[in-house]
């Protein structure tokens, strides 16, 4: 069993509607998440992070994170075909960060 | 400013040479992490270092794998005597500090071994 898991997808919404995106981790070490957005033969670029409980908003982006049930989430709301790409999940903690597999999306016009 | 970059962008070498991978940070960020990427998968951890001090390097596959960042800056991850499962995308990331903070990757370089 990997450290941070994510469905595999892919996961496809149409134009407009609310992506959600899902992570679990097992570490409960872990003090630090992040969501990184990876187009195909690209690097992944950062876009949201969170350290505490709750929502935190920026944009179109929600991340969402419940330490006592190891998980994370990222919503995108009014999602746009550019959001098409691969989301990561990873969890840092003691100088080191997870990475899950990522979770496809693909926003249908 | 300028972000992370990385050179070679693509590397092709016959299996048993020697490879040398260079990142260069974000001026003035502290930590540089060397991950490893396949395809399909999310990056796998190499090795982390503060400054020029190597702090991990648990993720390194096999003691083919070295990494030196001598004056606190520029990384080289050097690969010996590759082998065909090297062969992957090496991702190198910096940070303002440890890796609780933001991390910002570079480009990549392609690794094929034939």
């Known amino acids: 069993q990997k450290e941070v898991e994510q469905n595999s997808g892919p996961l496809s919404v149409p134009e407009g509607a609310i992506a959600s995106l899902n992570c679990t981790y097992s570490d409960r070490g872990s003090q630090s998440f992040f969501w990184y957005r990876q187009y195909s033969g690209k690097s992944p670029e950062l876009i949201m992070s969170i350290y505490s409980n709750g929502d935190k908003e920026d944009g179109r982006f929600t991340a969402q994170l419940n330490k006592a049930s190891q998980y994370v989430s990222l919503l995108i709301r009014d999602s746009q075909p550019s959001d098409s790409a691969t989301y990561l999940c990873?969890?840092?903690?003691?100088?080191?960060?997870?990475f899950g597999d990522g979770t496809t999306l693909t926003v249908k016009p | 400013g300028a972000g992370v970059s990385q050179s070679p962008r693509y590397k092709v070498a016959k299996r048993g040479q020697d490879v040398a991978l260079r990142c260069d940070p974000i001026?003035?960020?502290?930590?540089l992490f060397w991950y490893q990427q396949a395809l399909g998968q999310g990056p796998e951890f190499l090795t982390y270092f503060q400054n020029e001090a190597q702090l991990d390097k648990s993720g390194l596959p096999s003691d083919r794998f070295f990494a030196e960042r001598p004056e606190g800056s520029v990384s080289t991850l050097k690969i010996q005597r590759t082998q065909q499962e090297d062969s992957a995308v090496y991702l190198c990331a910096s940070s303002q500090g440890d890796s609780s903070y933001e991390q910002y990757f570079g480009p990549g370089t392609r690794l094929t071994v034939t």
């Open positions: 001026s003035g960020h502290v930590s």
């Open positions: 990873a969890a840092a903690a003691a100088g080191k960060s997870t």
